[in-house]
T-cell receptor, first 112, second 113 residues
Framework: QQQVKQSPQSLIVQKGGIPIINCAYE??????FPWYQQFPGKGPALLIA?????SEKKEGRFTISFNKSAKQFSLHIMDSQPGDSATYFC???????????FGIGTKLQVIP | EAQVTQNPRYLITVTGKKLTVTCSQN?????MSWYRQDPGLGLRQIYY???????DKGDVPEGYKVSRKEKRNFPLILESPSPNQTSLYFC????????????FGPGTRLTVT
């Protein structure tokens, strides 16, 4: 059973659009929520991370929104560019456990 | 340059032939981990290590072994590979208090026939 449910699995947007990737969780022991970006042929790399006591965090064109009561969080990419085409993983770290659980990933394609 | 290296990058082998995938990091990270990536399943953790001589099972440890004799190295061993272990494997490392910020290697694509 997926502990972090991610959707959609794939997404196509036009340049300048705002793709949104959603994640949901049930485990209230999760205490940190990172997003990773993976380009073809490369390993994932940390993009941005948020704690559950913060409702929104921005880094450049990337924004995480967090809804603690709904146990949902999402990634928005403002003014998306073809160079943003990649697979994006949401993840969650569980307090007291030495692991990070990943979602299944969203393959994003930004077309010119 | 701070990095995680894996070798080999590509490997084709046959069922039952023991193999080792090496992983090394130069960032003095305490925590190291192995993941496999499969379509529709995302990244699943195989084993992790909090420090030298300290290892533990992740979510999908069956058929794999690991060891951590040095801080910088964390090899993944498949004693008797099977076709269902065909996958893309990633090694990752981080400081022990910052496991949400893992640094990943470039990946090893393994095919078992």
């Amino acid at each position: 059973q997926q502990q972090v449910k991610q959707s959609p699995q794939s997404l196509i947007v036009q340049k300048g659009g705002i793709p949104i990737i959603n994640c949901a969780y049930e485990n209230t022991a999760f205490d940190y929520f990172p997003w990773y970006q993976q380009f073809p042929g490369k390993g994932p790399a940390l993009l941005i991370a948020i704690r559950p006591d913060v409702s929104e965090k921005k880094e450049g064109r990337f924004t995480i929104s967090f809804n603690k009561s709904a146990k949902q969080f999402s990634l928005h990419i403002m003014d998306s560019q073809p160079g943003d085409s990649a697979t994006y993983f949401c993840a969650a770290r569980e307090t007291g456990y030495q692991k990070v659980t990943f979602g299944i990933g969203t393959k994003l394609q930004v077309i010119p | 340059e701070a990095q995680v290296t894996q070798n080999p990058r590509y490997l084709i082998t046959v069922t039952g032939k023991k193999l080792t995938v090496t992983c090394s990091q130069n960032m003095n990270h305490e925590y190291m981990s192995w993941y496999r990536q499969d379509p529709g399943l995302g990244l699943r953790q195989i084993y992790y290590s909090m420090n030298v001589e300290v290892t533990d099972k992740g979510d999908v440890p069956e058929g794999y072994k690991v060891s951590r004799k040095e801080k910088r190295n964390f090899p993944l061993i498949l004693e008797s590979p099977s076709p269902n272990q065909t996958s893309l494997y990633f090694c990752a490392s981080s400081f022990s208090g910052r496991m949400y910020e893992q640094y990943f290697g470039p990946g090893t694509r393994l095919t078992v026939t």
